[in-house]
Nanobody
Protein backbone atom coordinates (compact mmCIF):
# COMPACT_ATOMS: atom_id res chain seq x y z
CA UNK A 1 0.00 0.00 0.00
CA UNK A 2 1.48 3.30 -1.09
CA UNK A 3 1.86 5.81 1.71
CA UNK A 4 1.94 9.55 1.18
CA UNK A 5 3.80 11.73 3.64
CA UNK A 6 2.80 15.26 4.61
CA UNK A 7 4.96 17.82 6.37
CA UNK A 8 5.08 21.53 7.10
CA UNK A 9 2.30 21.92 9.61
CA UNK A 10 2.66 23.98 12.75
CA UNK A 11 1.36 26.85 14.84
CA UNK A 12 0.92 30.22 13.17
CA UNK A 13 -0.76 33.48 14.07
CA UNK A 14 -3.79 34.71 12.13
CA UNK A 15 -2.61 36.31 8.92
CA UNK A 16 0.49 34.14 8.82
CA UNK A 17 1.65 31.62 6.23
CA UNK A 18 2.64 27.98 6.04
CA UNK A 19 3.72 25.73 3.20
CA UNK A 20 2.65 22.10 3.37
CA UNK A 21 4.47 19.42 1.43
CA UNK A 22 3.35 16.03 0.20
CA UNK A 23 5.61 13.26 -1.06
CA UNK A 24 5.96 9.50 -0.84
CA UNK A 25 8.56 7.10 0.46
CA UNK A 26 7.98 4.81 -2.52
CA UNK A 27 10.83 5.50 -4.94
CA UNK A 28 8.90 4.33 -8.00
CA UNK A 29 5.70 6.19 -7.18
CA UNK A 30 5.74 9.25 -9.43
CA UNK A 31 3.26 11.83 -8.22
CA UNK A 32 3.17 13.24 -11.75
CA UNK A 33 0.98 10.28 -12.72
CA UNK A 34 -1.63 11.19 -10.13
CA UNK A 35 -4.05 13.95 -9.41
CA UNK A 36 -3.28 15.11 -5.90
CA UNK A 37 -5.78 16.55 -3.50
CA UNK A 38 -5.40 18.33 -0.20
CA UNK A 39 -8.08 17.77 2.41
CA UNK A 40 -8.52 18.99 5.95
CA UNK A 41 -10.44 17.83 8.96
CA UNK A 42 -11.15 19.88 12.06
CA UNK A 43 -12.32 18.19 15.28
CA UNK A 44 -15.96 17.18 15.04
CA UNK A 45 -16.20 18.03 11.35
CA UNK A 46 -16.19 16.10 8.11
CA UNK A 47 -13.03 15.86 6.03
CA UNK A 48 -13.34 18.47 3.31
CA UNK A 49 -11.56 19.10 0.04
CA UNK A 50 -9.28 22.12 0.03
CA UNK A 51 -7.49 21.95 -3.31
CA UNK A 52 -6.47 19.63 -6.12
CA UNK A 53 -3.95 19.62 -8.94
CA UNK A 54 -4.67 17.34 -11.85
CA UNK A 55 -2.15 15.39 -13.84
CA UNK A 56 -3.87 16.29 -17.08
CA UNK A 57 -2.86 19.84 -17.91
CA UNK A 58 -1.97 20.61 -14.33
CA UNK A 59 -5.34 22.22 -13.69
CA UNK A 60 -5.92 23.44 -10.17
CA UNK A 61 -9.06 23.60 -8.09
CA UNK A 62 -9.84 25.27 -4.79
CA UNK A 63 -12.59 25.35 -2.23
CA UNK A 64 -14.30 28.74 -2.12
CA UNK A 65 -13.11 29.24 1.44
CA UNK A 66 -9.44 29.25 0.41
CA UNK A 67 -9.49 30.82 -3.05
CA UNK A 68 -7.03 33.66 -3.31
CA UNK A 69 -5.18 32.55 -0.17
CA UNK A 70 -3.96 29.00 -0.94
CA UNK A 71 -1.91 27.83 -3.92
CA UNK A 72 -1.24 24.23 -4.92
CA UNK A 73 1.78 23.34 -7.04
CA UNK A 74 4.00 20.48 -8.20
CA UNK A 75 7.74 20.00 -8.24
CA UNK A 76 8.31 17.19 -10.69
CA UNK A 77 12.04 16.92 -10.02
CA UNK A 78 11.56 16.54 -6.26
CA UNK A 79 8.38 14.47 -6.62
CA UNK A 80 6.61 16.86 -4.29
CA UNK A 81 3.26 18.62 -4.09
CA UNK A 82 2.99 21.86 -2.14
CA UNK A 83 0.15 23.78 -0.61
CA UNK A 84 1.12 27.38 0.07
CA UNK A 85 -1.26 28.84 2.62
CA UNK A 86 -1.29 32.58 3.13
CA UNK A 87 -3.38 34.89 5.27
CA UNK A 88 -4.37 32.01 7.51
CA UNK A 89 -7.52 32.28 9.56
CA UNK A 90 -8.56 30.47 12.71
CA UNK A 91 -11.08 28.57 10.61
CA UNK A 92 -8.18 27.02 8.67
CA UNK A 93 -6.97 25.12 11.73
CA UNK A 94 -7.23 21.39 11.07
CA UNK A 95 -5.33 18.26 10.24
CA UNK A 96 -4.32 18.46 6.58
CA UNK A 97 -4.04 15.38 4.39
CA UNK A 98 -2.82 14.81 0.87
CA UNK A 99 -4.35 12.11 -1.28
CA UNK A 100 -3.71 10.66 -4.73
CA UNK A 101 -5.83 9.22 -7.49
CA UNK A 102 -4.51 7.90 -10.85
CA UNK A 103 -4.19 10.48 -13.60
CA UNK A 104 -7.27 12.06 -15.06
CA UNK A 105 -9.40 15.15 -14.94
CA UNK A 106 -11.61 15.48 -11.92
CA UNK A 107 -13.01 18.95 -12.37
CA UNK A 108 -16.44 18.09 -10.98
CA UNK A 109 -15.40 15.55 -8.35
CA UNK A 110 -11.99 16.56 -7.00
CA UNK A 111 -13.40 17.46 -3.58
CA UNK A 112 -14.92 14.02 -2.92
CA UNK A 113 -12.64 12.10 -0.58
CA UNK A 114 -14.14 8.77 -1.68
CA UNK A 115 -12.49 9.13 -5.08
CA UNK A 116 -8.91 9.02 -3.83
CA UNK A 117 -6.87 5.85 -3.62
CA UNK A 118 -3.91 6.74 -1.41
CA UNK A 119 -3.67 8.94 1.68
CA UNK A 120 -1.12 10.34 4.05
CA UNK A 121 -1.25 10.41 7.84
CA UNK A 122 -1.79 14.16 8.00
CA UNK A 123 -0.04 17.20 9.38
CA UNK A 124 -1.54 19.51 11.96
CA UNK A 125 -2.12 23.22 11.34
CA UNK A 126 -2.99 25.44 14.29
CA UNK A 127 -3.90 29.11 13.94
CA UNK A 128 -3.92 31.11 17.12
CA UNK A 129 -2.81 34.43 18.49
Amino acid sequence: QVQLVESGGGLVQPGGSLRLSCTTSESDFALDNYSIGWFRQAPGKEREGVSCISTVGGNTYYADSVKGRFTISRDTVKNMIYLQMNNLEQEDAAAYYCAAVPGGEYESTWYRKEGYWYWGQGTQVAVSS
